[in-house]
């Protein structure tokens, strides 16, 4: 399996739910960490937890959905850390409501978060890992990305295209050692599953919890040689 100790990684929206988990998990095996996120107290409180578990860790604030913020941002984090390894799409938003009711900025707003979002950070990490030749990029869809359901549609097609955009992506560059890992979580219990109304805070020993997601990307991270997952699923023996 891949030692992780010393390799660096970035983790957009790294500041709580799924990138918290797994940027944890990811600084007890020895990564050094970029978080990222639009609120900064959140960022400081992860940040000092990293801290914390023995790895240096940084933060940086920034709006995915905008290109000149990512622009900027990502070269200020590559400026710090001075490589990067890792590339773990996360960040992103999800309002349900149903098609005819769902206002267009609503729905504006998903598409730019979760597929621009994804699309821009990828565009300015990627060119440091061809320089390398190597490295992963995970990009965090759903299972709302392989199925359609009512009252999902924006989010939904935000996660179809991030798939679609990866597969793509994955077939380009893994002549140049980069692995793309698309995963496709079912519920997780987090900020925006209770804010969804998806799941009860209270009763969250029903489903996944952000540490079995953060488990699977080390498992993910740590396959030996070329291997790599591709559209992964994660979901509970308890349904
Ligand atoms: N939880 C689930 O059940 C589940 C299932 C399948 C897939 N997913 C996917 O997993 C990923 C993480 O979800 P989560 O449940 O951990 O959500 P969460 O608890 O709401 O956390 C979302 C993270 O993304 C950041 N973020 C959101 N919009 C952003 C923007 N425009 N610019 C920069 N950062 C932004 C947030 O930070 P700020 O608020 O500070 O910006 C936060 O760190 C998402 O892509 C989600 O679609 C979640």
């Known amino acids: 399996m891949k030692d992780l100790k010393g390799k660096k990684a970035i983790i957009t929206g790294g500041s709580r739910g799924l990138g918290r988990a797994t940027a944890i998990a990811l600084a007890k095996e020895g990564v050094e960490i970029a978080i990222t996120g639009r609120n900064e107290e959140t960022l400081q409180q992860t940040v000092a937890e990293l801290e914390a578990i023995g790895v240096k860790a940084m933060y940086s604030v920034f709006d995915i959905s905008k290109y000149e913020e990512v622009k900027n941002s990502i070269k200020e984090i590559l400026n710090t850390l001075g490589d990067v390894d890792i590339l773990i799409n996360n960040a992103g938003i999800a309002t349900l409501g149903s098609f005819n009711d769902m206002e267009v900025d609503v729905w504006t707003q998903m598409i730019e978060t979760n597929v ?123 349904p």
């Open 116 to 238: 621009l979002g994804t699309y821009f950070v990828t565009k300015e990490v990627l060119p440091f890992l061809l320089k390398k030749n190597e490295g992963d990029i995970i990009n965090v869809a759903s299972t709302a990305g392989l199925n359609g359901n009512a009252n999902v549609s924006a989010y939904s097609a935000s996660k179809f295209a991030v798939i679609g955009m990866s597969e793509s992506l994955m077939k380009e560059v893994r002549k140049n050692n980069i692995r793309v890992c698309t995963l496709t979580p079912s519920t997780i219990v987090t900020d925006m599953a209770v804010e969804a109304g998806i799941v009860d805070e209270e009763d969250n020993d029903q489903v996944l919890k952000p540490e079995d997601f953060a488990a699977l990307i080390v498992a993910g991270l740590k396959l030996p040689g070329r291997a790599m997952l591709v559209n992964a699923s994660l979901w509970s023996t308890n």
